[in-house]
């Protein structure tokens, strides 16, 4: 028996959503509408990845990174709820396949501008959460921050979106100082002045800065490059 019309939307979702961290917008978009359904009575929307994944990587320039592809929809479609094993007849993953499964490889080490800007996020939230304990919730915090993000490239929109809404557990695309990663800051900074006003926005950025620098981790440190 074929899937529901709901599943099929939900594993077209779960595409989008898993492409945005490799690709721009307007690409995911492309690469959705390459994505064939499975049919017949076996159907599984998790079927034929590993012909989908090589498909994708041959047209948007990510040869190499079918794996990386593979595992991302993988999660993606699980955080949809579809989470039922890869049953391909025509292209079986096996142990020895170059495209794992999600339980037989070990989390993806963070990429270090995105582990750094989730950190400083983070932490900033906390502060804030400490100052206004009668005002702060997290929904509010986050529907404060993402309409500061208007000028971040599409691909670091869709990442933030996609961690602050719960459907990745970490950032996890390139935020470059003097770029995307600044404009996130700087982001931050105006929302924080916004809720703490200026004087005492300044006094907690300030602090959340020399924190970073004086700790032992070296991706922290380098927070002031940032500014």
């Known amino acids: 028996m074929s899937e529901s019309p709901e599943v099929l939307q939900s594993a077209r979702r779960a595409l989008y959503l898993a492409l945005t961290l490799h690709m721009e917008k307007?690409?995911?978009?492309?690469?959705?509408?390459?994505?064939?359904?499975?049919s017949g009575d076996s159907a599984n929307p998790m079927s034929g990845l590993r012909r989908y994944c090589h498909a994708v990587a041959q047209r948007f320039g990510l040869v190499g990174r079918e794996a990386?592809?593979?595992?991302?929809?993988l999660r993606?479609?699980?955080g949809q709820g579809i989470s039922r094993p890869v049953l391909?007849?025509?292209?079986p993953i096996s142990s020895g396949s170059d495209y794992p499964s999600e339980q037989s490889v070990p989390p993806l080490r963070a990429e270090p501008s995105a582990y750094l800007m989730q950190q400083f996020l983070e932490t900033v939230e906390r502060r804030v959460a400490q100052e206004l304990p009668s005002l702060y919730t997290p929904t509010?915090?986050?529907?404060?921050?993402?309409?500061?993000l208007k000028r971040i490239k599409p691909v670091n929109m869709a990442d933030i979106q996609n961690w602050l809404g719960g459907r990745t557990t970490a950032l996890q695309v390139v935020w470059p100082p003097r770029?995307?990663?600044?404009r996130l800051m700087n982001a931050v900074y105006v929302v924080l002045a916004q809720w703490l006003g200026p004087v005492k926005a300044d006094a907690v950025f300030s602090h959340i800065l020399a924190q970073f620098e004086a700790g032992q981790d070296p991706h922290l440190r380098t927070i002031r490059s940032y500014l």
């Not at 990386?68 to 929809?73: C, D, F, K, R, V």
């Not at 391909?88 to 292209?91: E, F, S, V, W």
């Open 179 to 182: 770029a995307e990663g600044t």
């Open 26 to 38: 307007a690409d995911a978009i492309a690469a959705v509408e390459m994505w064939q359904p499975p």
């Open 76 to 78: 993606s479609m699980k």
């Open 88 to 91: 391909d007849p025509n292209n």
């Open 68 to 73: 990386e592809l593979h595992l991302s929809i």
């Open 140 to 148: 509010k915090w986050r529907e404060a921050l993402l309409p500061q």
